[in-house]
Nanobody
Framework: VQLQASGGGVVQAGGSLRLSCAAS????????MAWYRQAPGNGREWVAT???????KYKDSVKGRFTISRDNAKNTVYLQMNGLKPEDTAVYYC?????????WGQGTQVTVSS
């Protein structure tokens, strides 16, 4: 199984980006899918999760600004990011988990300029 992340870029503070994570198999088979990020010099931190039952969870600092969603027909999970701040600058990674596997996609760079 592979996860392909895309959609990163450079945006000014207050702007928006939508990240996509395309899976090579049916995403409904995963227990949950998530987005993480890693800023320079920092460890990887969790950002948002969408469970198989549709439950959404967010890191406090992105609540109200970021929205995680999925399109089962396209085997894709999205992260809509609005109101971006310079502190959101990081490499963003998607992740998928099932009882038998824990999979990471490659990262996509998000840079927010002030």
């Amino acid at each position: 199984v592979q996860l392909q992340a895309s959609g990163g870029g450079v945006v000014q503070a207050g702007g928006s980006l939508r990240l996509s994570c395309a899976a090579s198999r049916n995403i409904f088979s995963f227990t949950f899918m998530a987005w993480y990020r890693q800023a320079p010099g920092n460890g990887r931190e969790w950002v948002a999760t969408i469970d198989n039952d549709g439950t959404l969870k967010y890191k406090d600092s992105v609540k109200g600004r970021f929205t995680i969603s999925r399109d089962n027909a396209k085997n894709t999970v999205y992260l809509q990011m609005n109101g971006l701040k310079p502190e959101d600058t990081a490499v963003y990674y998607c992740n998928a988990a099932s009882p038998s596997s824990y999979i990471w996609g490659q990262g996509t760079q998000v840079t927010v300029s002030s």
